[in-house]
């Protein structure tokens, strides 16, 4: 099986720029995809794709990815970013395979 | 706009079965993907399987082989996820989500489920 490595957890300065990590194998084959989960709140998909956003995503947040890594990054973080990360891509089963998220705390 | 409604919270015995609904609306219900993502108290996101009620295909990941069944109704648009053998573990808020490619970009509210004597 595979896995998606991400950091536990991450803090910004409020107006800076943080970049969230994930990493696996699968990575090099697949685009990870990437969701913002607030507390008692579903996810919301932020990024896909090579660096796409879905309508009503602030464009302070962008993706890449460079071998077995992809990032989010939040550039200018706002209060309102503050919540858990998930980064998504396949197993070697080619089946869905979350990362275990990365808590954000914008100071 | 595709929207997911879920049913009600559950609280159900160990050993027993839960059954848990996704009504979808918007979009063409039977050539979706829908997948189930839980989420037990303060852990990760963790997929659980698929359906494509076009098919009437599912597949699901290894550690819920045997145990979860998910089935669709495409006359009402209603996907289900049913689990068994439920214990102390399986308490969880269980989502569905439309999975498009290699995404999911539109999630149900989620449902929380309680195993608890």
């Known amino acids: 099986s595979s896995e998606l490595t991400q950091d536990p957890a991450v803090s910004v300065a409020l107006g800076q720029t943080v970049r969230i990590t994930c990493q696996g194998d699968?990575?090099?084959?697949?685009?990870a995809s990437w969701y913002q989960q607030k507390p008692g709140q579903a996810p919301v998909l932020v990024i896909y794709?090579?660096?796409n956003r879905p309508s009503g995503i602030p464009d302070r947040f962008s993706g890449s990815s460079s071998g077995n890594t992809a990032s989010l990054t939040i550039t200018g973080a706002q209060a309102e970013d503050e919540a858990d990360y998930y980064c998504n891509s396949r197993d070697s089963s080619g089946n869905p395979l979350f990362g275990g998220g990365t808590k954000l705390t914008v100071l | 706009q595709v929207q997911l409604v879920q049913s009600g919270a559950e609280v159900k015995k160990p050993g027993s079965s839960v059954k848990v609904s996704c009504k979808a609306s918007g979009g063409t219900f039977s050539s979706y993907t829908i997948s189930w993502v839980r989420q037990a108290p303060g852990q990760g996101l963790e997929w659980m399987g698929r359906i494509i009620p076009i098919l009437g295909i599912a597949n699901y990941a290894q550690k819920f082989q045997g145990r979860v069944t998910i089935t669709a109704d495409k006359s009402t648009s209603t996907a289900y996820m049913e689990l068994s053998s439920l214990r102390s573990e399986d308490t969880a808020v269980y989502y569905c989500?439309?999975?498009?490619?290699?995404?999911?970009?539109?999630w149900g509210q989620g449902t929380l489920v309680t195993v608890s004597s």
């Open positions: 794709g090579k660096n």
């Open positions: 699968s990575l090099r084959s697949y685009y």
């Open positions: 989500a439309r999975e498009f490619g290699l995404l999911f970009d539109y």
